[in-house]
């Protein structure tokens, strides 16, 4: 019976976790589960509503960290989470994606001789300025053993020079939450209460400190977007970081003024309920450029790089940079087509299997 501590910490992490919990569960006599939620997205719209959604049972621990610098909440990550894994010696913990909570959880392990499990690993932008690169990087060089999504990524790790039997394929666990999920979302209200029922419009995110703290980046991503908006409604549920940016920056003129409805952030199956029946996606968001390609939606990726290049080459991702007139030129070209063309496949397993394939992994390196 292997005893695993999964860990979760903010939004992207609750739908990676939720199909790996729930398939350990299911294998009750080789797996003993617990979760512990560090507290690094704590209000109600980025944290408990993903576990109603997603069915996750509350977390075992509860680190209630809180926001911070990064070194300060690194910092109070790694001082809460240490106790917790001496007093529970896990076999496993199971860390999922980039983010800070990530990198702390697997340095204390790493330092207690614990192994870690790393499902998302070997991703790459390649671009160190982004704090999820660094964590990328970092948690990748300490795990014991590191799963993937796609086989770029196992080409990154081996030429960072991981060894092979430490290199998992096992797909992406994200598209089992998302599969899982589908039907579920159809009870969602969400088109109806936006007015959207029977209209054509796009979905736009953006929380990347790259382009929502900058004024003038963020500015020209607005200007862009409200001449998008001119040809099709774009409703944006907007982060909180990027929601008081809107504030400060005096920009909320720029949005009323235009056909880009402002919305408040929305949990899981609202969500996909909202961008599934789109017909445009625009983000910064790395989740949201694999549910797209998932579901063969278009989507015009926000940033100069991406760690999930996959979503371009088998999916429907458009790396379209920051620079306006480039944005509205792709979306217009998106816009101007029929239909997306039909040669676009489902990256390899991708296929809602891979909670199953991660558990058998941890098996097999035990
Ligand atoms: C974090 C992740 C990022 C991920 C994103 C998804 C890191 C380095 N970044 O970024 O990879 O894509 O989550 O959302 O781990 N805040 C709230 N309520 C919350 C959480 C945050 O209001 O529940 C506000 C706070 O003002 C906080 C700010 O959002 O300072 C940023 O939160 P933080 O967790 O530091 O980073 P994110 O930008 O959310």
């Known amino acids: 019976?292997?005893?695993?501590?999964?860990?979760?910490?903010?939004?992207?992490?609750?739908?990676?976790?939720?199909?790996?919990?729930?398939?350990?569960?299911?294998?009750?006599?080789?797996?003993?589960?617990?979760?512990?939620?560090?507290?690094?997205?704590?209000?109600?719209?980025?944290?408990?509503?993903?576990?109603?959604d997603l069915g996750i049972p509350q977390p075992d621990f509860h680190l209630e960290v809180g926001s911070a610098s990064h070194a300060v909440q690194t910092a109070k990550i790694m001082t809460e989470f240490e106790p917790v894994v001496l007093a529970e010696k896990p076999d496993w913990v199971l860390v999922v994606g980039?983010?800070?909570?990530?990198?702390?959880?697997?340095?204390?392990?790493?330092?207690?001789?614990?192994?870690?499990?790393?499902?998302?690993?070997?991703?790459?932008?390649?671009d160190r300025t982004m704090p999820e690169e660094i964590n990328r990087i970092l948690t990748?060089?300490?795990?014991?053993?590191?799963?993937t999504t796609s086989q770029d990524a196992d080409e990154n790790l081996k030429a960072e020079g991981v060894t092979e039997d430490k290199i998992k394929f096992v797909g992406n666990v994200m598209i089992d939450?998302?599969?899982?999920?589908?039907?579920l979302a159809e009870n969602s209200r969400v088109r109806e209460d936006l007015d959207l029922t029977g209209k054509d419009y796009a979905v736009l995110t953006l929380h990347r400190p790259s382009n929502v703290d900058e004024p003038q980046i963020f500015g020209g991503l607005l200007d862009a977007l409200r001449s998008i908006g001119e040809?099709?409604?774009?409703?944006?549920?907007?982060?909180?970081?990027?929601?008081?940016?809107?504030?400060?920056?005096?920009?909320?003129?720029?949005?009323?003024?235009?056909?880009?409805?402002?919305v408040e952030p929305l949990g899981y199956l609202d969500f996909m309920r909202l961008y599934s029946g789109s017909?445009?996606?625009?983000?910064?968001?790395?989740?949201?450029?694999?549910?797209?390609?998932?579901?063969?939606?278009?989507?015009?990726?926000?940033?100069?790089?991406?760690?999930?290049?996959?979503?371009?080459?088998?999916?429907?991702?458009?790396?379209?940079?920051?620079?306006?007139?480039?944005?509205?030129?792709?979306?217009?070209?998106?816009?101007?087509?029929?239909?997306?063309?039909?040669?676009?496949?489902?990256?390899?397993?991708?296929?809602?299997?891979?909670?199953?394939?991660?558990?058998?992994?941890?098996?097999?390196?035990s």
């Not at 990748?140 to 799963?147: C, E, R, V």
Request: charged share 25%.
């Open 1 to 52: 019976m292997l005893k695993v501590l999964n860990i979760v910490g903010a939004r992207p992490n609750f739908m990676k976790i939720a199909p790996i919990v729930r398939e350990m569960r299911r294998r009750e006599t080789d797996f003993m589960p617990l979760i512990v939620h560090t507290g690094q997205h704590y209000d109600a719209a980025m944290s408990d509503s993903f576990f109603v």
């Open 140 to 147: 990748d060089a300490i795990s014991d053993l590191l799963l």
């Open 279 to 365: 017909k445009l996606v625009l983000t910064d968001s790395g989740g949201l450029q694999e549910e797209t390609t998932a579901l063969s939606i278009p989507c015009l990726t926000l940033r100069e790089n991406t760690e999930r290049p996959i979503t371009i080459s088998h999916g429907t991702n458009i790396l379209v940079g920051t620079n306006p007139e480039r944005i509205k030129r792709a979306a217009f070209e998106v816009l101007n087509q029929d239909s997306i063309s039909n040669d676009k496949k489902i990256p390899p397993l991708w296929d809602g299997n891979a909670a199953e394939r991660i558990c058998v992994a941890l098996l097999e390196n």
């Open 98 to 126: 980039d983010v800070n909570s990530t990198i702390a959880c697997a340095l204390v392990c790493a330092k207690l001789g614990v192994k870690i499990a790393h499902v998302e690993a070997g991703l790459r932008s390649r």
């Open 231 to 262: 040809k099709i409604p774009i409703v944006f549920p907007a982060h909180p970081r990027t929601k008081a940016n809107i504030e400060l920056f005096g920009y909320a003129e720029k949005i009323a003024s235009s056909q880009i409805k402002l």
């Open 177 to 183: 939450s998302l599969f899982y999920s589908l039907k």
